[in-house]
């Protein structure tokens, strides 16, 4: 985790984007995540567009809200770990859409958002292992398994029906990216002293 805060222009540029992106709905036509369109016509952009669109004003305004905080946190404290995060989100997602439990239509950035939440999430609790700093994790982790079993419970429907597996994809991402960072942390060389040879 970084000591020096810096600006997060990461997750400005990307919230910048989506924001553009929710103010011309015309576009999302074109960049929503629709498999036949991917599988026939060769569309594979939109396994990355479609995180970048939203199904209505509400589904994008919490997506973004979520995203900001969390991505813009992670950003500041480590980017690496938050461009990892984001890179395996998209990666995971793309192969859990295509999959045969994927979906034939999907759009929104909250199973990406997922991955720096879990990072933010993860770094609180590691910062003091107790039952205060556990707490916002078992809430994240609540939230998740209410969605499985009753996504229609959880705020206000948001256009296209909430697809549980996209945030535990975005979760897997984010545990996955600590996974890789600590292991080349362990492996990195540590800088060696340099032998001053004294004269004379």
């Given at each position: 985790?970084?000591?020096?805060?810096?600006?997060?222009?990461?997750?400005?540029?990307?919230?910048?984007?989506?924001?553009?992106?929710?103010?011309?709905?015309?576009?999302?036509?074109?960049?929503?995540?629709?498999?036949?369109?991917?599988?026939?016509?060769?569309?594979?952009?939109?396994?990355?567009?479609?995180?970048?669109?939203?199904?209505?004003?509400?589904?994008?305004?919490?997506?973004?809200?979520?995203?900001?905080?969390?991505?813009?946190?992670?950003?500041?404290?480590?980017?690496?770990?938050?461009?990892?995060?984001?890179?395996?989100?998209?990666?995971?997602?793309?192969?859990?859409?295509?999959?045969?439990?994927?979906?034939?239509?999907?759009?929104?950035?909250?199973?990406?958002?997922?991955?720096?939440?879990?990072?933010v999430?993860?770094?609180?609790?590691?910062?003091?292992?107790?039952v205060?700093?556990?707490?916002?994790?078992?809430?994240?982790?609540?939230?998740?398994?209410?969605?499985?079993?009753?996504?229609?419970?959880?705020?206000?429907?948001?256009?296209?029906?909430?697809?549980?597996?996209?945030?535990w994809?975005?979760?897997?991402?984010?545990?996955?990216?600590?996974?890789?960072?600590?292991?080349?942390?362990v492996?990195?060389?540590?800088?060696?002293?340099?032998?001053?040879?004294?004269?004379?």
């Amino acid at each position: 985790m970084n000591n020096q805060w810096s600006l997060p222009w990461i997750t400005v540029a990307i919230s910048a984007v989506v924001l553009g992106l929710g103010l011309s709905p015309e576009l999302f036509q074109w960049l929503y995540f629709d498999r036949a369109l991917i599988v026939e016509q060769q569309q594979w952009w939109r396994l990355l567009t479609g995180h970048l669109v939203h199904s209505s004003e509400a589904h994008l305004g919490w997506d973004l809200l979520g995203f900001m905080v969390f991505a813009g946190i992670a950003e500041c404290w480590h980017r690496k770990k938050l461009i990892v995060s984001i890179g395996i989100a998209v990666f995971m997602l793309g192969c859990l859409l295509m999959s045969p439990f994927g979906l034939d239509r999907y759009c929104g950035l909250s199973g990406v958002l997922c991955a720096p939440a879990t990072l933010v999430l993860l770094a609180h609790f590691n910062k003091q292992r107790d039952v205060l700093h556990f707490l916002p994790l078992f809430i994240a982790g609540l939230k998740l398994v209410i969605e499985e079993n009753n996504a229609d419970l959880l705020l206000a429907q948001q256009g296209w029906p909430l697809y549980a597996p996209a945030h535990w994809a975005g979760v897997m991402a984010g545990i996955f990216s600590v996974a890789v960072h600590a292991k080349w942390s362990v492996h990195l060389p540590k800088n060696r002293p340099i032998a001053v040879k004294p004269n004379g």
